[in-house]
């Protein structure tokens, strides 16, 4: 049984720039194309200043944050990913995500992160929480009822 205790304290920020191209090819991905998204007028019209980046993407981000950068990340496994969107994302913005252990749960082998994520201007768009664990093997995950 992995010891949890090391990942106590841990914090691991990321940035990535987020390209118009990067938006386009998630919206094709993902399908959602939502004038929001992919129409700059649209966008305008309802009092953004450029299209917004889907709230997805932004989750995306954590999880690629996630297993670039947490040690140890390849013996857990992602099991919920629970975000709130404060401010909008625009193509342009060098985004920071920052994944900070909160709690572990040395029981059911798990840790929570609490995830913040802003942009260049420290302005903080997005809130929230990723819970992961120690992954069952393909046996135990195969008699769960």
């Not at 985004?95 to 749960?105: E, K, M, Q, Y």
Request: glycine fraction near 6%; charge should be negative; charged fraction near 20%.
């Amino acid at each position: 049984m992995p010891d949890m205790e090391e990942w106590r304290g841990v914090s691991v920020s990321q940035t990535f720039a987020v390209t118009t191209q990067d938006v386009d090819a998630f919206a094709g991905l993902c399908g959602d194309r939502h004038p929001l998204h992919c129409d700059p007028a649209f966008a305008a019209a309802r009092g953004y200043r450029d299209r917004v980046v889907h709230g997805a993407f932004l989750g995306a981000l954590a999880s690629a944050a996630f297993s670039a950068k947490l040690p140890g990340a390849e013996s857990l496994v992602l099991q919920k990913l629970d975000l709130q969107f404060r401010k909008p994302a625009y193509p342009g913005d060098q985004l920071t995500v920052t994944l900070d252990v909160a709690d572990i749960f040395a029981s059911v082998q798990a840790i929570r992160l609490s995830v913040k994520i802003r942009n260049q201007q420290d302005a903080l768009l997005c809130t929230g929480t990723i819970q992961a664990g120690i992954p069952l093997s393909a046996h135990e995950h195969d008699q769960r009822p």
